[in-house]
């Protein structure tokens, strides 16, 4: 079911075109956690921390694949809502043959590296090739991945973020059975759990593309197509890059800052995993309205509606500010009692430092939400450096704080380290985006 973006009330359309992927998030949460889940409860502990100490390595190539696909599906949204099918169809083929190309050149590349990685970030000797084994069969199908992303990507483009819902519905229910039938009834180990990833995707991805010939042949190019265009390749690389390397920027400071905090004790660790997990929860909803304002606002740059994209950065503020301070009441009352349940211990350090954690961070869920929706609304009018420089200070933030802070004063520094570089980023991305000069009217 496709949304029209273009046309309508306008906070309408954002939430009706969000809420399938908020729900999508939502699932695919879900969808690892029942993985992990599920390795730990036929493999054991071993084969569990095989898995979670090569998540890290995986995630930043899996963060990049996503960001590439979203990059590519901004300019696609864009050349969508011009109006000119010709261009949106080239903008399908060159984002298939550099998308196949980037992935191609990723997979082998991390292939090859893959292990002296797993060494360098100290993954110990006693599970270090059961991570080998699960997380290269990962690498090797990267494409599948990418090919499921792309296809998300580009259906989101023309305002359809229903059917990948479905999809990612059918992958989570078939890659919880195969989980099972490769763990128990081949014996595959944690080579299983990766093979029924695989394979459920594989599925998901080819259900999608049946849909996209069968019910959206807008998305199909023809062999015209696919001649090389100078112009649209070089804005499909840069805006793909520019997305995946500011997720993958993100998530390394993440990384690099989880070190520091690894030195606190397991009790601190404990508790800290607890409140991300909630936290993460609690960013969902803002960060979905951002994604989808990223591609209402390319679609109705396309059409060069000025107007409509200043209100609908308005009225996203207006819905990421009214969930923040929802979200904030209830964390201020029940934040000690989600730890508690989530964690399921009793233990006072793990309780306190976790609870401390969100009832600090969550006031300043205000400025989190409209930082979020500045940043890819600046996406989404094509702006590439803005986005990746408050990455940069985001990631360059953690480094300061997990090697100065965090030793001096402990957890508290790890607490105050993100409120602190979120306000930081809000007024970089505040200040590029209303003196951006096709926000102000001053460019085309």
Known sequence: MKTDLLNGNITKSLLVFAIPMLLSNILQQLYYTVDMIIVGHYLGETSLASVGACSVAFE????????????????????????????????????????????????????????????????????????????????????????????????????????????????????????????????????????????????????????????????????????????LYKDLVTQGFSMGFMLSIITLGTVILQSAINGLGYLVIAGHITARRINSFCMMPMNTIAIALSTFVSQNKGANQLSRIRKAVRYGNFIVVSWAIFITIILFFFSKTLIRLLSGSNESIIIENGARYLMINSPFYIVL????????????????????????????????????????????????????????????????????????????
């Open 60 to 231: 930043l190539l899996f963060v990049f694949v996503i960001g590439l696909g979203r990059g590519f599906g901004i300019v696609a949204a864009r050349n969508y809502g011009s109006g000119n099918h010709d261009l949106f169809k080239r903008t399908v083929a060159g984002a298939i043959v550099v998308g196949i190309l980037l992935t191609f050149f990723i997979s082998v590349t991390a292939s090859v590296f893959m292990m002296p990685l797993l060494k360098l970030i100290n993954i110990p000797e006693s599970i270090i090739n059961t991570a080998y084994s699960y997380i290269s069969i990962l690498t090797a199908f990267l494409i599948v991945t990418f090919t499921y992303n792309i296809c998300a990507g580009l259906l989101y483009a023309i305002g359809d973020s229903t059917m990948p819902l479905l999809f990612l519905v059918i992958s989570s229910i078939l890659n919880i059975a195969f989980d099972i039938i490769f763990i128990t009834s081949f014996n595959m180990g944690v080579s299983g759990a990766a093979a029924a990833t695989v394979v459920a995707q594989s599925i998901s991805t080819a259900l999608c593309l049946f849909y996209i010939f069968k019910r959206c042949r807008i998305l199909i190019p023809r062999k015209e197509h696919f001649h090389y265009d100078a112009a």
């Open 369 to 444: 939400g409209i930082l979020f929706n500045f940043r890819l609304a600046l996406q989404g009018i094509g702006e590439k450096i803005v986005p990746i420089i408050s990455s940069v200070i985001e990631f360059s933030s953690k480094i300061l704080f997990a090697f100065i802070f965090v030793p001096i004063l402990g957890y508290l520094g790890v607490i105050i380290c993100e409120p602190i570089i979120w306000f930081t980023m809000f007024l970089q991305l505040l200040y590029s985006f209303y003196t951006n000069p096709y926000i102000r009217g001053k460019t085309p």
